[in-house]
């Protein structure tokens, strides 16, 4: 295998998401691909550029929203990454729905949704990094095998360089496929 020195640039993996606000008082969503985990505590993190339109309602409400869409919805995805709801109304794009745990709206077709309260902030060059705790997840029925999201059937898009990717395949099970006890 040759290996070949490449831009010094970020060309992913990365899972396509939605991050969701209410801003002046409705929905508004935008594509991410800047979200993750940063520990085995449930709190989840989403990077936005601070003139984004969802930056802004983050910041008002302390809430945000996460949701998985499946491949099935990439029009709609790319749209909300797209265009700015500081110039086009977003807010139908989407049926949105919600939860009491904190004022921020949900995609109804999205098989995965967590909501977060913004726990901490982090200013990194023009974007922030919100840390959100976990207040609720709610899952599509026909995703969930024994009550667990089946990534097959949630159908997340990867996203690499300039394309967006299905998955195909289950390749392994975690701490099962090496055979051999976690430590
Ligand atoms: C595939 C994709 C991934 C994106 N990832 C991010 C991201 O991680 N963080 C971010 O701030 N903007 C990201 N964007 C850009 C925003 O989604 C885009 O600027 C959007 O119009 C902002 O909407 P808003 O102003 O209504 O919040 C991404 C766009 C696309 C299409």
Known sequence: MIKKKIANIPFGPYITVLAGA????????????????????????????????????????????????????????????????NKTDKSNVFESFYDDAGNAPMIKECPINYLCKVIQTIPIFDFTMFLGEIVAVYANEDCLDNGRPNALKVKPTVMMDSGYFDLNDKVGSVFKTCNRRPI
């Not at 601070?50 to 995805?77: C, M, R, W």
Request: some cysteine; glycine content about 10%; charged content about 10%.
């Open 22 to 85: 209410t801003v002046n008082g409705k929905p508004n969503y935008a594509t991410i691909g800047a979200y993750g985990v940063v520990s085995q505590n449930p709190v989840l993190y989403i990077s936005l550029k601070n003139s984004h339109f969802t930056t802004s309602g983050v910041l008002e409400s302390g809430f945000f929203s996460i949701n998985v869409p499946s491949s099935q919805a990439i029009e709609k995805t790319d749209f909300c990454g797209s265009v700015s709801g």
